[in-house]
């Protein structure tokens, strides 16, 4: 796959979240085997040690999650290029509150390396963005 192929698909990704209001991460984890590997690993930072298969990363989506429909949750893609079979990104992420209105804002970087069009690894960096 190209690396123009491969930013469409963290783009797509980005989009599916986007179009989800109020966002529920249940669907997002039916549909992730069409965007990473069976043996796919994450990299988290706070994390010694990536997830290390789809179940777990499923799991953890399913865990960490808030209540579905309780947040609405926005990524606007910064920055974004590859080389070869990796990408790079940085993502504002936006997470509103519903019942409360409070708004949090992180800023994440991420590498991700693709075989066959799917994330075989990714690394990601999330932090509250400062005003």
Known sequence: MSVEQNE??????????????PYDYRPFVKIWDEFQT???LLHLNGKDIPL?????IDKYLLDYAPEPNTIELTYTIEDIF???DKVA?????????????EVQTL???GI??????KIAE???NSVPKQE
């Open 8 to 21: 469409a698909l963290l783009r797509r990704m980005c989009d599916i979240v986007n179009s989800t209001r």
């Open 38 to 40: 069976s043996d796919s």
């Open 52 to 56: 290390r298969s789809k179940e777990e």
């Open 82 to 84: 590859g080389e070869e």
């Open 89 to 101: 990104y940085r993502i504002t992420t936006i997470i509103k509150q519903i019942s409360t209105g």
């Open 107 to 109: 800023v994440e970087m």
């Open 112 to 117: 991700c390396r693709f075989v066959n069009g």
């Open 122 to 124: 990714h690394w990601i």
